[in-house]
């Protein structure tokens, strides 16, 4: 049961509301304490948040994911695990701690009704707009960043927000590149995404972020180019492990599973700490 709920809830994706803390590590301000502790509750707001979304989702979805081979094993709903009446008492349980956790903090209301409504959108409207789909689900990965730099005070820099945007197009990409070519032929018909114009587009954000990133080294700190050809491994050790492992539709659980990738992004992140702290 526990398993079961913690799959709902999805704890594992609130992994990516790491991304709320980068301007506070860029800006040269990790050894902030006021800052940490604003940031880390910005973090459980977010991720308050992102489990309401992911359980609306997965309601939404639930015929969608019964038909998935992957999904309708390994989402608690579609493998009935967990009643849709369940779902819904956690959904409402989970968006009044949201409310409630706004009143101690006000001012990120507007990050949180313009997150919700991109997600709410996606999820009943633009769903099935081909790439379209793609660039609403990487526009919260900037509201995540954007948010972290309005609690410090601090503003995104353009260079950061691009490597951000066109990495996650990237893993968003291999995500819908691994679900229509491995697995679900329903969602192909509903996206009519080909493989040929995926892997295009999958180069094209690769080398995006690669410049991007090279660029913001370059200008804001050289020491940081010693872990550029370390970005390139793990861009490349990400594409090809989610077609061998067949998890590209699971990034955060791609990233666990393999163990080379997983040590090799840990390295990148704590080196970033250490120049900067």
Same mark, same amino acid.
Request: a positive charge; charged letters at 15%; proline letters at 2%.
């Given at each position: 049961?526990?398993?079961?709920?913690?799959?709902?809830?999805?704890?594992?994706?609130?992994?990516?509301?790491?991304? *709320?803390?980068? %301007? $506070?590590?860029?800006?040269?301000?990790?050894? !902030?304490?006021?800052?940490? =502790?604003? #940031?880390? @509750? /910005?973090?459980?707001?977010?991720?308050?948040?992102?489990?309401?979304?992911?359980?609306?989702?997965?309601?939404?979805?639930?015929?969608?994911?019964?038909?998935?081979?992957?999904?309708? *094993?390994?989402? %608690? $709903?579609?493998?009935?695990?967990?009643?849709? !009446?369940?779902?819904?008492? =956690?959904? #409402?349980? @989970? /968006?009044?701690?949201?409310?409630?956790?706004?009143?101690?903090?006000?001012?990120?209301?507007?990050?949180?009704?313009?997150?919700?409504?991109?997600?709410?959108?996606?999820?009943?409207?633009?769903?099935?707009?081909?790439?379209?789909?793609?660039?609403?689900?990487?526009?919260?990965?900037?509201?995540? #960043?954007?948010?972290?730099?309005?609690?410090?005070?601090?503003?995104?820099?353009?260079?950061?927000?691009?490597?951000?945007?066109?990495?996650?197009?990237?893993?968003?990409?291999?995500?819908?590149?691994?679900?229509?070519?491995?697995?679900?032929?329903?969602?192909?018909?509903?996206?009519?995404?080909?493989?040929?114009? #995926?892997?295009?587009?999958?180069?094209?954000a690769a080398g995006i972020f690669l410049l991007s990133s090279l660029i913001?080294?370059?200008?804001?700190?050289?020491?940081?180019?010693?872990?550029?050809?370390?970005?390139?491994?793990?861009?490349?050790?990400?594409?090809?492990?989610?077609?061998?492992?067949?998890?590209?539709?699971?990034?955060?659980?791609?990233?666990?599973?393999?163990?080379?990738?997983?040590?090799?992004?840990?390295?990148?992140?704590?080196?970033?700490?250490?120049?900067?702290?």
């Amino acid at each position: 049961m526990i398993k079961n709920i913690l799959a709902l809830i999805r704890i594992k994706d609130w992994v990516k509301n790491i991304i *709320i803390f980068l %301007p $506070l590590i860029f800006s040269g301000n990790l050894s !902030n304490v006021d800052m940490q =502790l604003s #940031l880390i @509750f /910005t973090f459980i707001i977010f991720s308050f948040t992102s489990t309401s979304i992911y359980i609306l989702n997965d309601i939404i979805d639930l015929k969608d994911d019964q038909k998935h081979s992957i999904k309708k *094993i390994r989402k %608690p $709903l579609a493998a009935n695990k967990l009643s849709i !009446n369940f779902a819904k008492l =956690l959904l #409402l349980f @989970f /968006t009044t701690l949201v409310i409630i956790s706004i009143l101690f903090q006000p001012v990120i209301l507007y990050f949180i009704i313009i997150y919700t409504l991109i997600n709410i959108s996606y999820s009943f409207f633009f769903k099935k707009i081909p790439f379209l789909e793609i660039i609403l689900i990487c526009s919260g990965y900037l509201i995540r #960043l954007e948010v972290g730099s309005y609690m410090i005070q601090v503003e995104t820099s353009l260079l950061l927000m691009t490597s951000i945007f066109s990495l996650s197009f990237f893993v968003i990409l291999i995500k819908r590149f691994v679900e229509i070519i491995y697995q679900d032929t329903h969602r192909k018909k509903q996206l009519n995404y080909t493989k040929d114009i #995926l892997k295009i587009f999958i180069f094209l954000a690769a080398g995006i972020f690669l410049l991007s990133s090279l660029i913001f080294f370059i200008l804001f700190n050289n020491y940081l180019l010693f872990i550029f050809p370390l970005l390139i491994f793990i861009l490349f050790k990400y594409y090809k492990s989610s077609i061998d492992l067949n998890l590209g539709e699971f990034p955060i659980e791609l990233v666990i599973k393999d163990k080379v990738l997983f040590l090799s992004c840990l390295i990148l992140l704590f080196f970033t700490i250490y120049i900067y702290y």
